[in-house]
């Protein structure tokens, strides 16, 4: 599956300033020639039909002729072109839908139309470089064993700087909406970065597809939703096993002066990623809970109980190791800050003994005309002496403190 990367935001935000609530926006060139995939599944209890990389009017068509027992999913990908969205028109979608269909940072909600049913969510996957990070590190170290003394150095710094942490976190949302008569579900994924829906399609296509049948699009549109769930649970479970390094780590080398504040830093940072999908995610199915659609079947309430039960222990999880997290960046900050106040300790032991040194120096640098103590002949080994008597008994004193 070809990957586009999602604009920002920001951009977004941009583009859309001062328009009316509503107003489509003008893509650019760039993404109008993105491509545009629709892929269709017509099922029942008893059979389903798959129809890959179909057009448009292929689709109209099987929505025309869709048996009275059977039910549709259109799974879209890529940027919408201009005929889809007139074809969404004329399905009753309303303009703020059809805006926050082109909104990369869109925050899970469901909205309850006239004609329609409208559910955001976020899709959120992991990928790690844990191999690549770890060939990578061991290769620098042996680099770094057999290299000379002048090139060791900048081949070290390297290896530090591939300390970095061996996670990203990709994100996107995924639109449902369920079309009037609820027999024909549309999900929409803008912007294709890695698609995780395979799962349901093999289930509708390989399973039992009872309860597929019965409850209709509403029971696709929660399994979708369920499928997504677990990947959050994958997600938190790369995120526990990397805590779990950087605690080893940590207590392998406390000392260690290559620290991981820039890696803790990260690691806090996609914890609070998760958070902030998993929350809103909440409130979503709470308000699928609430009756604030009508439409939703009775039969489906227990599964969206329990997929409530799922996030909430989900919550749990990623509270505790961002709460981990933090205990661990303040350690570092600790031991970083004990190593630098070690070393100024350390700078001020010299200073107080030199101290007295330099000011008996001072005194007889001055270029006075009557000093006896210049024409005495063991004026300078007994000045010396001083010096090393007064270095020697303050060094024993500040051993003696610091004992």
């Known amino acids: 599956m070809t990957t586009h990367k999602a604009p920002r935001a920001r951009d977004y935000r941009r583009a859309k300033f001062g328009q009316a609530p509503g107003t489509p926006l003008v893509h650019t060139p760039m993404e109008v020639?993105?491509?545009?995939?629709?892929?269709?599944?017509?099922?029942?209890e008893h059979d389903s039909q798959h129809h890959p990389n179909i057009d448009l009017a292929s689709a109209q068509a099987l929505i025309h002729t869709l048996p009275a027992t059977h039910h549709l999913w259109l799974d879209v990908e890529g940027r919408l072109p201009n005929a889809f969205l007139s074809w969404l028109e004329q399905q009753h979608i309303s303009p703020l839908t059809l805006e926050d269909l082109q909104n990369p940072a869109q925050r899970p909600k469901v909205d309850h139309y006239e004609h329609y049913d409208y559910w955001v969510a976020t899709m959120l996957r992991v990928s790690r470089q844990e191999d690549a990070f770890r060939e990578q590190a061991l290769r620098e170290q042996a680099l770094c064993a057999n290299a000379r003394k002048g090139t060791s150095v900048a081949r070290q710094s390297r290896?530090?700087?591939?300390?970095?942490?061996?996670?990203?976190?990709?994100?996107?949302?995924?639109?449902?909406?369920?079309?009037?008569?609820?027999?024909?579900?549309?999900?929409i994924q803008p912007y294709c970065d890695g698609d995780v829906l395979d799962p349901v399609r093999q289930r509708l296509l390989n399973s039992n597809r009872q309860r597929f049948g019965t409850m209709g699009s509403w029971y696709l549109a929660y399994a979708l939703l369920d499928l997504l769930v677990d990947h959050y649970f994958v997600v938190w479970g790369e995120l526990e096993e990397t805590l779990e390094d950087l605690e080893a780590q940590l207590e392998?080398?406390?000392?260690?002066?290559?620290?991981?504040?820039?890696?803790?830093?990260?690691?806090?940072?996609?914890?609070g990623q998760c958070r902030r999908v998993i929350t809103p995610t909440q409130e979503l199915v709470n308000q699928l809970l609430k009756h604030e659609c009508q439409e939703v079947p009775v039969a489906l309430k227990p599964y969206l109980?329990?997929?409530?039960?799922?996030?909430?222990?989900?919550?749990?999880?990623?509270?505790?190791?961002?709460?981990?997290?933090?205990?661990?960046?303040?350690?570092?900050?600790?031991?970083?800050?004990?190593?630098?106040?070690?070393?100024?300790?350390?700078?001020?032991?010299?200073?107080?003994?030199?101290?007295?040194?330099?000011?008996?120096?001072?005194?007889?640098?001055?270029?006075?005309?009557?000093?006896?103590e210049l024409k005495w002949p063991w004026a300078y080994p007994s000045i010396l002496g001083i010096m090393a008597l007064v270095a020697a008994s303050m060094g024993v004193f500040l051993y003696r403190q610091n004992r």
Not at 33 to 44: D, K, N, T
């Open 33 to 44: 020639e993105q491509p545009f995939r629709l892929h269709a599944i017509r099922y029942s």
């Open 159 to 187: 290896l530090m700087q591939s300390k970095a942490l061996p996670l990203t976190l990709h994100q996107e949302p995924l639109h449902l909406m369920i079309l009037p008569g609820q027999k024909v579900l549309v999900s």
């Open 252 to 271: 392998g080398a406390p000392n260690q002066k290559n620290n991981l504040l820039d890696v803790l830093h990260q690691y806090k940072y996609l914890a």
């Open 305 to 372: 109980h329990d997929l409530q039960d799922h996030l909430m222990q989900l919550k749990d999880y990623v509270d505790r190791l961002f709460e981990a997290g933090n205990g661990l960046l303040d350690l570092q900050i600790s031991l970083h800050n004990a190593r630098a106040n070690k070393v100024m300790q350390t700078l001020t032991q010299v200073s107080t003994i030199f101290m007295p040194i330099t000011f008996i120096a001072s005194i007889y640098g001055m270029n006075f005309v009557h000093m006896p």
